[in-house]
């Protein structure tokens, strides 16, 4: 089956730098990416919507300048969380898919923590 | 906005019994629904994808069905195992390119 690869699956870092996600498809073209936020106990949050070659959908109340999206090929997507600050701790995950039809596949999540 | 419930919110059952979990949205037309099951500190995992006109999809032990109409799609599990033991999410596709997901069934399976 189709395999969403992330990474890293967790990472710590100080406040005030800078962290970057990686998404891939390995075994199909995505020419739509996804990035979710979850916090415990909670659903998924969309943040963006990425395609192929084009700048980032972000949703209603999520920073485009904090949350850096590049999606500059059709396997790969990245998330960067710049500057990041402790209130952006969290569970991070991405999803792919092929068309409009096709499903959706996720990553295994990326844990940030920022101290 | 599209809405998409879950209930019940928690199930806890025996090994071997069978079971449903319920998904509701609120706008009818939609372009497909999808079932994942997430594992604690997981990312999620595709189970069943459904398209708008399809009435159902079966893959092992999993059968999901939709009813556009009404806004309702259902998973059934036959034969739990304690291997099913997580939370299954609904996703909605409206557009084929937003999802909106359920808050999930956190699923408890007991040996």
């Known amino acids: 089956g189709a395999v969403v690869s992330q990474h890293p699956s967790w990472v710590i870092c100080k406040s005030g730098t800078s962290v970057k996600i990686e998404c891939r498809s390995l075994d199909f073209q995505a020419t739509t990416m996804f990035w979710y936020r979850q916090f415990p106990k909670q659903s998924l949050m969309l943040m963006a919507t990425?395609?192929?070659?084009?700048?980032?959908?972000?949703e209603q109340g999520v920073e485009k300048d904090k949350f850096l999206i590049n999606h500059a090929s059709l396997t790969l997507s990245t998330l960067t969380v710049t500057s990041a600050h402790p209130e952006d701790s969290s569970f991070y995950i991405c999803?792919?898919?092929?068309?409009?039809?096709?499903?959706?596949?996720f990553g295994n999540g990326t844990r940030l923590t920022v101290t | 906005k599209q809405e998409v419930t879950q209930i019940p919110a928690a199930l806890s059952v025996p090994e071997g019994e069978n079971l449903v979990l319920n998904c509701s949205f609120t706008d009818s037309a939609i372009y497909n629904l999808q079932w994942f099951r997430q594992d604690p500190g997981k990312g999620l995992t595709s189970l069943l994808l459904?398209?708008?006109?399809?009435r159902e999809q079966t893959s092992g032990r999993l059968n999901a069905s939709l009813d556009k109409s009404s806004g309702r799609s259902t998973l059934y599990i036959a034969a739990s195992q304690p291997g099913d033991s997580a939370t299954y999410l609904c996703a909605v596709s409206s557009t084929g390119n937003q999802f909106y997901f359920g808050t999930g069934t956190s699923l408890t399976v007991i040996p």
């Open positions: 990425s395609n192929e070659g084009s700048k980032a959908t972000y």
């Open positions: 999803s792919a898919r092929g068309g409009a039809s096709s499903p959706l596949h």
């Open positions: 459904i398209q708008s006109s399809q």
